[in-house]
């Protein structure tokens, strides 16, 4: 059975970081695409990045550039996002999902398992 679990979610600050883990079972990560997506009340689920299996080359949404930063663990079987300079507009429910297949994208539909979200709520 496959299994996604996010964690290191919290209350912070503007300016301040967290590191976002997923951790897997049931599949192996590092042969999955691996993607981040995040959705605030009332909104869609939004792309925030991924990496890729092929190359393990990573893609960011423009709005977190520079700031987000996506790695992998794979002795733990565990992706990371770290978030720096964190600001109010990023606060939402952050969810991993995985690609077993190595593609992933940009959209919701290409992840067939997710995991159960981690809130991140940036106070201004």
């Known amino acids: 059975q496959v299994q996604l679990v996010e964690s290191g979610g919290g209350l912070v600050q503007a300016g301040d970081s967290l590191r976002l883990s997923c951790a897997g079972s049931?599949?192996?990560?590092?042969?999955?695409?691996v993607g981040w997506f995040r959705q605030s009340p009332g909104k869609e689920r939004d792309f925030v990045g991924a990496v890729m299996h092929f190359g393990g080359s990573t893609v960011y949404a423009d709005s977190v550039k520079g700031r987000f930063t996506i790695s992998r663990d794979n002795a733990k079987n565990t992706v990371y996002l770290q978030v720096n300079s964190l600001k109010f507009e990023d606060t939402a429910v952050y969810y991993c999902?995985?690609?077993?297949?190595?593609?992933?994208?940009?959209?919701?539909?290409?992840?067939?398992?997710w995991g159960q979200g981690t809130q991140v709520t940036v106070s201004s």
């Open positions: 049931g599949l192996t990560l590092r042969l999955s695409a």
């Open positions: 999902a995985a690609d077993p297949a190595g593609f992933g994208g940009r959209t919701t539909d290409k992840y067939p398992y």
